[in-house]
């Protein structure tokens, strides 16, 4: 539930803030930063919320939801027609939103690593394999988040070759699916369990994330 109202969000945030974004794109990176520091502050503190806004609005910055609703945005700008209207909105966007889902995730791995990334390193034999393996995806989402988001800014894009741009905006396809594995991990024991909202966001997620891979298919297919 929570992914879908981040996605509904996050193509609002866009319809939106679109000449905004491309204007000023440095007053949402701050906003970005903002929010992941406040996550990670109310995570150390133990800070919890109760009522719409503990229920719907925290977890998508906790959760790091809306941080995959933009990336999402990104992943389809490129599936649609080309010269429709889907497409020449998002496309000159892609940058500048893949830079805010990268800052929205770093707080959403902050805020988890402190827990997780410790007992990976300390007692890693204390962890469910599931855990585990989901946290090693996030170290290895990391890594190769890393340069997608530096090379995300025109400055630094600009000082690189075109195809050396190109090959490692690649390494973005094994990115997504390393998200869907890294979300399904943590989800599919509680689904198997009954418990509809992990059932509900398995389901989504799957939708969501398998059906990008037939678009792209499909679109190089020009079918």
Request: net charge positive.
């Amino acid at each position: 539930m929570i992914f879908i109202v981040s996605l509904l969000t996050a193509v609002l945030f866009v319809l939106i803030f679109e000449k905004a974004i491309k204007k000023k794109p440095a007053i949402f990176y701050l906003l970005s930063v903002s929010v992941s520091l406040a996550d990670i502050i109310l995570t150390q503190q133990g800070i919890s919320f109760d009522g719409f806004f503990g229920i719907y609005i925290r977890p998508m910055f906790h959760n790091a939801t809306l941080a995959a609703a933009f990336f999402v945005l990104v992943m389809y700008a490129n599936t649609f027609e080309n010269g429709s209207d889907a497409i020449k909105l998002l496309m000159p966007l892609r940058g500048e939103l893949s830079i805010m889902a990268s800052v929205l995730a770093a707080g959403h791995i902050v805020a988890y690593g402190q827990v997780y990334f410790c007992r990976l390193f300390t007692q890693p034999e204390s962890m469910q394999p599931a855990i585990l393996a989901a946290t090693i995806l996030s170290l290895l989402l990391l890594l190769i988040l890393i340069p997608l988001f530096l090379t995300s800014f025109q400055k630094i894009r600009r000082r690189m070759k075109p195809k050396s741009w190109k090959k490692l905006q690649r390494s973005a396809y094994l990115f997504y699916a390393l998200v869907y594995l890294h979300v399904i991990l943590f989800q599919y024991r509680s689904a198997l369990r009954g418990d509809s909202r992990s059932i509900l966001n398995a389901v989504v997620y799957s939708a969501v994330f398998l059906w990008y891979f037939v678009c792209r298919i499909l679109k190089a297919l020009h079918l």
